[in-house]
C-alpha cells in the first residue's frame, strides 16, 4: 500500500466506471480527468472497472493548465454523485463527481481542496482530510 492510506475501506456503491469524466477539486491545475483504472480493483469477465469515494484511480486529465493536459496521474475519489449509506443507515450523494491528484508516494499534488470531502475518504486518506475545509 501506499503511505498515504490508513485502514480498511467500507463497502460503498461504485458509480464510477471507467471512462468517466470527474471533476478535479485541488489546485493543481487539472479541471477535468477521465477515470481510466481503479487501483486494486478485482473484477469479472467484460465488467467494466468501476470506483468509488475513497478509492485509488488513474487519471487522465482532459482540460487544465498546458502542462497537466494529456498526462496520466493517480488520484483519490472524494465526491459521487450516486447515492451510498452508511453503516448507521443515512444516505449520502454529492452532487458532482470529484477526485484530489495524488503523487506515487501519497501526497496531495495542489494544496487545497474546493468543495466538501465524504468522511469515508477523508478517515483513509489523512492527508486529503488536513487538506479539506468540510468534511460530510
Known sequence: MTRGV???KPRISRGLPVGSL????????????RLIQVVGYKGRLRRLPTASVGDMVVVSVRR???DMRKKIFRAVIVRQRKP?????GIWVQFE????VIITPDGEMKGSEIRGP??????E???????ASSIII
Open 6 to 8: 490508513v485502514g480498511s
Open 22 to 33: 470527474i471533476k478535479c477539486t485541488d489546485n493543481s491545475g487539472a479541471k477535468v480527468l
Open 64 to 66: 487544465g493548465t498546458p
Open 84 to 88: 451510498y449509506r452508511r453503516p448507521e
Open 96 to 99: 458532482d463527481n470529484a477526485a
Open 117 to 122: 470531502v465524504a468522511r469515508e475518504a477523508a
Open 124 to 130: 483513509r486518506w489523512p492527508r486529503i482530510a488536513s
